[in-house]
């Protein structure tokens, strides 16, 4: 699987990127900001994000809501957080799950087993449309 990594904090990006590496093909950003350049154009290929709700620069939350108005969203969300206030993401468009830092990483693995075993919303859209 192709995952974009999005967390200010360098520890959990090391940490995710030591875990991740050897059975998924990964790139790391820092910010919302810099994610919404990337994610914003249709032409990505990336299969899930890893994106922690609080960054500077745009949040989790927002970079969540402004993909969602986009038309043929094909991003999926694995939300990852530290602070308590969390629920406010559960059920929004795209986001299949959301992990309370520190997490587990057999919960991680979980999640992502689960992603990949969930065809991506763009395709769904193509096969009901062919």
Do not use: W, Y
């Not at 090391?14 to 994610?35: I, M």
């Not at 206030?85 to 468009?93: A, Q």
């Amino acid at each position: 699987m192709k995952i974009l990594i999005v967390d200010d904090d360098p520890g959990c990006r090391e940490l995710l990127h030591d875990h991740l590496s050897r059975n998924h093909e990964l790139s790391l950003l820092t910010n919302g900001r810099n994610a919404l350049a990337l994610l914003a154009d249709d032409d990505h290929d990336f299969d899930l994000v890893l994106l922690d709700l609080h960054m500077p620069r745009l949040s989790g939350t927002k970079l969540v809501e402004v993909l969602n108005e986009c038309e043929n969203l094909k991003t999926r969300f694995i939300i990852l957080s530290g602070m308590p206030d969390i629920d406010h993401v559960r059920g929004l468009p795209n986001v299949l799950t959301v992990l309370r830092k520190p997490f587990d990483m057999a919960a991680l693995d979980m999640a992502l087993s689960q992603a990949s075993t969930q065809p991506d919303r763009l395709a769904a859209t193509r096969m009901a449309s062919g």
